[in-house]
């Protein structure tokens, strides 16, 4: 992983060294934008909650890591799975700039992610965030509720092959899609395939974690690879997808 960011940070340019409008646009307004904002504040502090809660909680891996039941204190949870600030601030900033009316999120873990997300939405927005287990779900629906959010977010419990395709059915389009759920190489392609039949040529896939092992760099090829995607942006933790159409295909590494 480190020789993974190290050759990142060899290749990635900022927002000079992009020659498309929309990328440039892309990284000046949103990517390296400064400001601060108050939603920043409650969602950082609803993570620090997290990470200081010793309380148990039965957890079920159903993902790349150690698969099977646990008993974690909530505070691990919140620290190996929540998406750190940088990042989560970006989540905001994306959906603020995009404005999408139906997000999607697989791996919705204590909802940290999704309180991202939701902060950052339109009064028209509205997420359904995805999650394995149920006690981790019943945490993330207790903060969905603390922080008032709960209004823009359905939470949809069970795996995830099973309780999407479901959704998806009653669902006219996709806007923005996060996928942070199961870090394999097979089930990432899985949820991407299930996703793009809603997709449209404006909707924006964020993947989480390109770098985390073998199998997540190899979905990321791809996936940037695929026909169907006319630019990909490795951002070196997040990799973003788009579907634009009447455009020749382009990657870009940009500097985050």
């Known amino acids: 992983m480190i020789a993974d960011y190290l050759r990142y940070k060899w290749k990635a ?14 990284a000046t307004k949103v990517l390296y934008d400064k ?37 974690l204190p909530v505070g691990t949870i919140a620290r190996r799975s929540a998406v750190n600030q940088k990042y989560g ?15 999607i999120e697989l791996g919705t873990s204590l909802g940290i992610g999704t309180a991202w997300l939701a902060s950052g939405l339109g009064s028209e927005g509205h997420i359904h965030t995805f999650e394995g287990c149920v006690p981790v779900a019943e945490k993330a629906t207790k903060n969905f ?20 395709p479901l959704v998806l059915k009653d669902l006219p389009q996709i806007d923005f899609a996060y996928m942070d759920a199961n870090h394999r190489l ?17 909707t924006v896939f964020v993947l989480d974690d390109i770098y985390w092992s073998a199998e997540m760099k190899e979905a990321w090829r791809i996936l940037k690879d695929d026909k169907r995607v006319s630019l990909s942006i490795d951002l070196h933790q997040f990799g973003l997808v788009f579907l634009l159409e009447d455009r020749a295909k382009e990657h870009f590494i940009v500097r985050f």
């Open 89 to 103: 601030r970006l989540l905001f900033r994306l959906v603020r700039w995009f404005q999408p009316t139906t997000v």
């Open 145 to 164: 509720e603390d922080l008032k959010l709960k209004e823009q977010i359905d939470i949809h419990v069970g795996p995830i092959e099973n309780t999407l």
């Open 13 to 26: 340019v900022n927002a000079h060294g992009i020659h498309s409008p929309f990328v440039y646009e892309l």
């Open 186 to 202: 097979a089930p990432t392609l899985n949820y991407f395939n299930t996703l793009i039949e809603k997709a449209h040529s404006h």
């Open 35 to 71: 400001q601060h904002f108050a939603d920043y504040e409650k969602v950082t502090r609803l993570k620090w909650q997290m990470q200081q809660d010793l309380s148990p909680i039965h957890f079920t891996e159903y993902g790349a890591g150690k698969p099977g039941e646990h008993i």
